[in-house]
Structure formats: C-alpha cells, structure tokens
C-alpha cells in the first residue's frame, strides 16, 4: 500500500506509471498496479483476482494422535492463537472478528481499485467471485487490465510514451539505483537526525535474529538513540504480530522513557499486533495504513504435556524428585494439576492487567474503554483509529515527516537501525538454516511436518501476548 501511494504521489508530478507483468500478476501486485495509468499483462498471463482469505489450520486432532497435550490459559474472548490447539474449528467470536477485519481492508483495497480503473464496488466484487481475471482476454474485457502484450511491444509503447524513436535503445534504470536518489529534505550532512529504527518478526527474548525482534537487543538500540542528543527524533517501524511478553515489556520501557525526551513515532506496517502494539503504546504519535492488522489486546500461556508421546509412544518414562511440592513445575511431562492451573492463570490476568493498564496510559484512555476494544479483539488499521488504537493513516513517510514536525526540525538526516551485519555473515547463517531444514526433510519425511508443529508449540510455550495468525492479499 505505501508504495501504491508513492506511485500515486509520482504521478501527480506529471510522470507516467506503466505496469507489466509477464507470468500471473497476483492480487497484491494487481493492487499496486491499479496506481498506474496504464496495465499491460503478457496474453497467456492472467490476473489473480479473487477477494481475501484468511486460513486457519487446526492442530488438535493431530497433537492427540502422537500423545501430546496442550495445556492453554488465556484472557481475552477474542484471543484465537491458542484455538488451533484446542478446537477442531474456529469460535464463533474469532470468526466474527476475522469477518470484520478482513471485510475493512478488502473494501479498502476495492474502494480504491475502484477509484483507480473506474469500476464499480459492485462489479469489481462480481468479477472477483467469477474469477473472470483468470483468463487474459477476460480480464481486458472487464477492463481489469488495458491491454495484453508481449515484451518487445511493451519496450516500443515505453519507447512512443518517453518520446524516443524506434530504432533507439531506451535507458532502463534499475531499482537499486533509482532507491539510491536523495530526499532533498534528508542531507547527510544534517546536524539532526531522525532515528528510523526497524522492529520486523516475532518478539523473542535476547538478541533475536534477523527473521525476529531480541527484546533485549532492540532495548539496547533504543537507549542508545534516546541519550543521543544529535537524534531529534525517534520512529519506530513495528511490523510484528507479538511474542513474548517479558521480552515485549522490555523494549515497551525503553519506549516509555524515550518518548519522555523526544518524540516518538510508531510507524505499522503490515502488523503491529498484540505484543507488537504493546511496544507501541508509549509513542506520541501512532500511524497505520488502513490495510494494518492492529489491536489483539490479550494474553495467553501454552504449555505442552508430552508424557503419553514418551511413554506410550516411544517407551520412555521419566521419574521425578523434587524438594518442593512444585519444583518441577512447568514440566512437558506431566499436566498441570488444580494449583499450578490458578498460578498461571493469576500470571496471564496480571500481564493482562499490565497490557491493558500501559495501553491507556499511553493512549490516554480509560482502562474500561481499552479493555472493551481489547480481549484479543483484532482490528485493521481503518478500524483501529475509530476506536483510538492509531492516530493517523499513513506510511512511513508520512511517519517520519511527522516525527520532524514534533521535533521542530526541516532539514534532517535518516538513521536507519540496527545496523546490518555484513552480508557474508548474513548469508552463511542463511545458508546453515537451509541446510538444517534439508537435512530434517530428508530425515524424516513426511513426518518433518510434526516436528515443525512441536517446534512451534515450543515457541509460544510460557506467557504470549501475540497475534492468532496472518492474513495476506493473495
């Protein structure tokens, strides 16, 4: 959505935007193509245009077959990522939500298709039930697309439209270079800067990894641009469904304090959910796209019991001493008995206490208003500035224009954090995991999907404050 919105701004400067795709122009890629003033797709491609679907896949049947329990405690009605565990389908309440949420952004993501191509709401929908994109001279048709055509004709209309005779070579500039322009507004040599800190993944404990967001780590890296007195301001790009609470707590703290100096702004990209909103909180500014998937305020705790596995399936037992009546609490071995049951569910309503308590704070709500928009309760980016989660639509750009503005700066300069490792240590850690996951696949097979399912059962195990489950333009 952010780069539709750059084509669009590119465009109301006087310069032309053609789209063309060689092989199935997807539905995201068909949405960012409706900005330009022109689509031209190859004759034997197609355009996926469908509407949206959010998939949801059950583990519990599965989990029961190979002996494993899963032991969940949570709060909040809505908080759906621990029902593929429990239940064979979705609750009422998590399909009512899924309903609203994805129902927002795809009559966004229409409203705007329809803006662009000049078809009605109405149509646009008849033509996704039909799939009429599927075929290309269909889609011409329904006016989906302008026109089908090879490469070489694509060259000659770029060629016609820049003003260039045919028997000239056009001067294609590729992506890296273009990227590499300079905002006017951002000089290197600007005494001020803007810390644009990017927080993408799963929220873990620790350092992380690329693929994720070390609590710990991330602390560390916004501290550091707090008590830099040349960083004027402070935005945070969250694109993460959640995960650990602790680790989500942490790096919350270190917002709460820089945002008492300095401006801080949350930018959300795709999500910024549960957990990844509860590092949002404290920002003195919170923007979103309308597409972002927000809210999911609630906790809950996972534990597995994998005793009828071991002992029943593969013959171990374990024998346990302990010098307290708990000692060996939380155990994969056993199931919780009534005591530990109330201890983790005290755990989750305090961290619940907790979320909710730092959410109004920093919206400046009441506690009761954050709790009914809360209860895991998932909201798009639209939805969530109605009910006070964001307080502007916009990109990231926007974000950062916005955090100079708080900080009573024009010319500025761009921090981009954490720093990227070198790329040949980024790509032998890469390659380790996909030379890992290889091994696994030859190993065991079919059965490699189960160890995927423990693995992830492994992940969400102690207290979570993360989103059920992604929802994708597809």
């Known amino acids: 959505e952010e780069i539709r919105n750059a084509l669009e701004k590119f465009r109301k400067d006087g310069k032309f935007v053609i789209s063309y795709s060689d092989f199935i122009l997807t539905q995201e890629c068909y949405y960012l193509s409706t900005a330009a003033d022109k689509i031209y797709i190859n004759p034997g491609s197609m355009v996926d245009f469908k509407g949206l679907s959010s998939e949801v896949m059950f583990y519990k049947k599965a989990l029961e077959k190979i002996g494993i329990e899963v032991q969940v405690i949570r709060h909040g009605k809505f908080k759906g990522a621990v029902e593929p565990f429990i239940l064979d389908k979705l609750s009422e309440e998590n399909k009512a939500q899924i309903k609203d949420y994805a129902g927002s952004i795809w009559n966004h993501v229409i409203e705007d298709i329809s803006q662009s191509r000049g078809i009605s709401a109405e149509q646009l929908n008849k033509l996704a039930d039909n799939l009429d994109g599927n075929i290309a001279s269909k889609a011409l048709e329904a006016k989906l697309v302008d026109g089908l055509m090879f490469r070489d004709a694509l060259i000659d209309t770029l060629k016609s439209l820049s003003g260039i005779s045919e028997d000239k070579?056009?001067?294609?500039?590729?992506?890296?270079?273009?990227?590499?322009?300079?905002?006017?507004?951002?000089?290197?040599?600007?005494k001020n800067r803007i810390a644009v800190i990017y927080a993408s993944g799963t929220i873990v404990m620790g350092k992380g990894t690329d693929n994720n967001i070390g609590g710990n780590y991330y602390a560390d890296v916004i501290r550091k641009q707090r008590r830099d007195t040349s960083v004027k301001?402070?935005?945070?790009?969250?694109?993460?469904?959640?995960?650990?609470?602790?680790?989500?707590?942490?790096?919350?703290?270190?917002?709460?304090?820089?945002?008492?100096?300095?401006?801080?702004?949350?930018?959300?990209?795709?999500?910024?959910?549960?957990?990844?909103?509860?590092?949002?909180?404290?920002?003195?500014?919170?923007?979103?796209?309308?597409?972002?998937?927000?809210?999911?305020?609630?906790?809950?705790?996972?534990?597995?019991?994998?005793?009828?596995?071991?002992?029943?399936?593969?013959?171990?037992?374990?024998?346990?001493?302990?010098?307290?009546?708990?000692?060996d609490f939380p155990s994969i071995y056993r199931s919780m008995n009534v005591y530990e049951k109330e201890i983790m569910q005290l755990s989750i309503e305090k961290v619940y206490s907790d979320f909710v308590s730092k959410v109004a704070s920093g919206r400046k709500m009441t506690t009761e208003s954050v709790d009914n928009i809360g209860q895991g309760r998932v909201w798009s980016g639209t939805s969530s500035k109605k009910v006070g989660l964001v307080d502007e639509i916009g990109g990231l750009e926007s974000a950062i224009k916005g955090a100079a503005d708080l900080a009573g700066i024009d010319k500025y300069s761009v921090r981009e954090l954490p720093v990227i490792e070198d790329p040949y240590t980024r790509i032998l850690?890469?390659?380790?995991?996909?030379?890992?996951?290889?091994?696994?696949?030859?190993e065991l097979g079919e059965s490699v999907k189960f160890y995927n399912m423990i693995q992830e059962i492994k992940e969400l195990s102690g207290i979570q404050a993360r989103l059920p489950y992604f929802i994708e333009i597809h």
Do not use: H
Request: charged share 20%; aromatic share 6%.
């Open 233 to 327: 301001a402070i935005v945070l790009r969250v694109n993460s469904p959640g995960g650990n609470a602790i680790a989500s707590d942490i790096m919350w703290r270190e917002l709460e304090l820089a945002a008492k100096e300095k401006p801080v702004v949350v930018s959300m990209g795709n999500y910024a959910a549960s957990g990844g909103y509860f590092i949002s909180a404290p920002a003195t500014k919170i923007y979103a796209n309308p597409t972002t998937i927000s809210g999911s305020i609630g906790v809950f705790g996972l534990i597995p019991n994998a005793g009828k596995l071991l002992e029943q399936k593969l013959g171990l037992s374990t024998e346990i001493v302990n010098t307290n009546k708990n000692s």
């Open 169 to 190: 070579d056009l001067n294609l500039v590729p992506m890296t270079k273009y990227r590499n322009v300079p905002d006017p507004n951002r000089t290197i040599s600007a």
């Open 429 to 442: 850690t890469q390659l380790g995991g996909e030379m890992r996951m290889n091994f696994l696949r030859k």
